[in-house]
Each structure stands twice: as structure tokens, then as C-alpha cells.
């Protein structure tokens, strides 16, 4: 038999699919299969795996050389290396064919090396996990259950099932497999969990328990930042929920990947969330949002999510862009766990005496005074600053906050109460902080006007 063209192999494919049996009788199956590996290039293995799919369904023809070849090609070029999914579902779909060829038995030995080399060196997640699959009904299934279950999902009615088994066959659509389809409209959405159902992080370390005049209680709290990773993240809880009533197709939803692109360089790259599965008339999921800032300002993150629906097709949505806001960013102080409220409150003021301007050119200072209201100054604090208390004497008119923002700014106010103004005196190590720090003041100090009249 001459050698064919290799330029010729898609008019060879269509040639071989339509009359196999004019080939296999012109030469001996061992003559044709021998003539037709010599001839394949690795340019052309998409293309000429399909030839050996086809004639891997025929039963004149020994198959051991078709897998041997496969197995060479694979572990004597770059292919699994490269991970390119079409390349592996090729061989898959020849693999598939011999797992229901009649005489799997003469092949059994070869075709699980293949398959365990492809499992264990293919650089594609979904080629290995169908290599694994493969290999499993191999070894465990009788050659009746193992067609059956290969022809789950072969037909062509609407309520077609895709399972596991269901490697793309040559007779379906590319595009229907590979495409990733995009909603009409917005399927998913995140819904920020109050603060009342947040726990921030806790980034306390062991301490002394006391402050005596021999502790460095500044240079003891420094040298926690030591450990680059100490206290340097904020986590924000979100619920993930469906967008409003959606279609049908999109109640269940499962390998559900939240994707987040930032919108300025103020912070690490936000890491993908997974989310298992999704059920349209079940509690919402709950999912973490992990934020480590170099500078820590407001931003705002896009959002979009691909997700797979019961049917077995990709889908990409865009959700509502979100919005972190500066208080978002705040921390409680990072001490040991052991410190008294007299440490802490050590520690404040010797924070504040540290950050004066005097002593670096990044520091600043400003007054922001507001009317307190009817509310009590102990009210406003309270329901703002809880969290952020230093001093814990409330039946003072005085009182120490301190801010902490990743990955080692501080904010500190001092709130007094003089007759029916209050002020805050404020410092900070950042002075750029100073434009947020005045409106959040300015936005809860409003508010609590509002709402006393």
C-alpha cells in the first residue's frame, strides 16, 4: 500500500468513514495499520486520530499497534505537556472506541497504560479526570456494563444526559462542547452580610498579659510584623444568590468559579472563589472574599462568574461590580490576646506620639468637629466605633479609637465632647487616608443628625 499524503488526510478521513471495508480488504489489517502509523506526523494527530478512531471500531483489525502507537506518541513528544484539550479528546475518542471494540481483551494491558500515562501527564484537568474515568471502567466493569454505560448519553433527544462518559464524540457539535454561552441577563449576584453577621479576622498573638515598665510595648507590637503575613488581609463575607427570578435552566447550577478584576493596582490580585453547586430554592451560599491591600483605599471589583447548568453547557454571567468602601478596610488592633485593656491603651499613646508629623514626613493631623444631636456622644460612638474602642470608660465623654488598615496603617482619633459640639482630633501615618477618614466621619455624624429629627 503507498504511502498516502499527508497533505491528503482530511479526504482520507471522510474517504475511510464512508467505505472502511474497501481499505481493510485491499491489504491485510495488520499491512494497512502498519502503513498507516508510518505515515502519521504530529502535526496531523487531530486529524489522523480520527482515521484511527474509525478503525478502531472495526473487528478484522488488530488494535494492539494503534495503542502502542498512541502511547509512543504521547510519552516521546510534547502533547501532554502542551495540554492542548482537542489533541486529548482525540485520543480519548480512539480510546473510548476500543473500550467497546470485542476483542478489548488482546488490548487490555496496553490501553491501561495509556490511559494511566495520560491521567497521571496530561497538563488538562477535564483530560485527565476522563483518562481516570476511563481507566476505572476498565478495570472494574464487564465488557456488557462497560458499553453501557459508554452509550449513556449518545442520543439525540432533547433530555440527552452528559455524564462523564460523554468525551465529545465525532458526530456532536465542537462549538456546543467548547463554547462558554453568555446569559442574557445577570443570573447571580453577591449580597454583603451585614456587619453584625462578620467576624473579622483575628490576627492576635500570644503576649504578656500586663504592661510593666521593663515591655516595650511598641517594639512587642512591631516585631509582630516581622511575619510579612501577619495581619495583612480583609476578609468580607458575602451571600452568592440568584439574580431575581431566573429561567429554569439556571436552578441548579454547579462548579460555579467567581472571577474578580480589580480597577486599579492598589491591591493583590483577588484570587478566584469556587463554589461547589448552587440550588435555585435552597439557603444561599456563603463565600469569602479575601483582599490584601498595598495601599488601603476604596475600590471597586467586576465581578463574573462561568458556571455549569444540569445539562452539562458552560454559561458566563456578569454580576453587579463590588463596591469596597473604606470602612470595609478597618481592622481592630492586632495585639496579643494577653494584653489588659491598660497595654492597649499604653500602646495608643505611644502610637500617637510616634505618628506626629515631627517624626515622619507620611503623618498628618486634623480636627473634624460635628453637632452631636439629641443622640448621646456614647450613642454615635457606640454604634460606629464598638469595634475600635482602645478606651472602654463609657461613662466618660471621652474617647480613644484606633483605626488598623492592612498592611500596617493606622488611624487614630481622639473624640471629646465639649458642651453641643463634639470634636475628633485625628492622626494618621498616611496622609492620603486623610480625604476618607473626614468623609466616613462625616457620613456617620450626618447620619445620626438625620435621624434624631
Known sequence: MAAPNPEGWPQRVAAFSCSPSHFLSSTT??????????????????????????????????????????????????????????????????????????????????????????????????????????????????????????????????????????????????????????????VLKLVKLSEDGISKPDHSSSGPEDSTPDVDLLKVYQNQFLNPEFASVVILKYHLTFAGEVDALYHKLFCICLHFEQTDSNYERVSDVSVPCLIYDRKPCVVSLTLKPWRPYPTVLHASAIFTTEDGLSWHTQLDPILIGFPDLFLPLPVPVHWSQGSREQLFHQLWKSLCPEESSQSATSLFCFE??????????????????????????????????????????????????????????????????????????????????
Open 29 to 186: 489489517p495488520e499491512d494497512f495499520l502498519s502503513d498507516l502509523l508510518q505515515d502519521l506526523k504530529d502535526d496531523k494527530v487531530s486529524e489522523s486520530t480520527k482515521v484511527l478512531g474509525r478503525v478502531a471500531k472495526e473487528e478484522q483489525a488488530s488494535q494492539r499497534s494503534t495503542v502502542r502507537f498512541l502511547l509512543n506518541l504521547l510519552i516521546n513528544s510534547s502533547l501532554c505537556g502542551l495540554g492542548d484539550w482537542r489533541i486529548g479528546n482525540a485520543v480519548l475518542s480512539v480510546c473510548r472506541n476500543l473500550l467497546q471494540h470485542p476483542n478489548l481483551d488482546q488490548v487490555f494491558i496496553e490501553l491501561a497504560d495509556l490511559l494511566q500515562f495520560m491521567m497521571h501527564s496530561f497538563e488538562d484537568v477535564d483530560i485527565q479526570d476522563h483518562a481516570r474515568f476511563y481507566y476505572t471502567l476498565l478495570t472494574n466493569l464487564s465488557k456488557e456494563k462497560l458499553s453501557g454505560v459508554l452509550n449513556m448519553g449518545t442520543g439525540e433527544s432533547q433530555a440527552k444526559i452528559r455524564s462523564l462518559s460523554s468525551i465529545m464524540a465525532e458526530s456532536e457539535e465542537l462549538s456546543s462542547c467548547l463554547t462558554v454561552h453568555r446569559t442574557r441577563q445577570p
Open 372 to 453: 452631636v444631636g439629641e443622640r448621646s456622644l456614647r450613642e454615635v460612638i457606640e454604634s460606629s466605633f464598638h469595634k475600635y474602642l482602645v478606651s472602654k470608660q463609657l461613662n466618660t465623654e471621652s474617647y480613644k479609637v484606633l483605626l488598623f488598615l492592612p498592611p500596617q496603617f493606622y488611624v487614630l482619633l481622639k473624640i471629646k465632647n465639649s458642651e453641643d459640639a463634639a470634636s475628633v482630633s485625628i492622626i494618621t501615618d498616611n496622609w492620603k487616608l486623610l480625604p476618607f477618614i473626614n468623609s466616613y466621619i462625616k457620613c456617620i455624624t450626618d447620619y445620626s443628625a438625620d435621624r434624631t429629627q
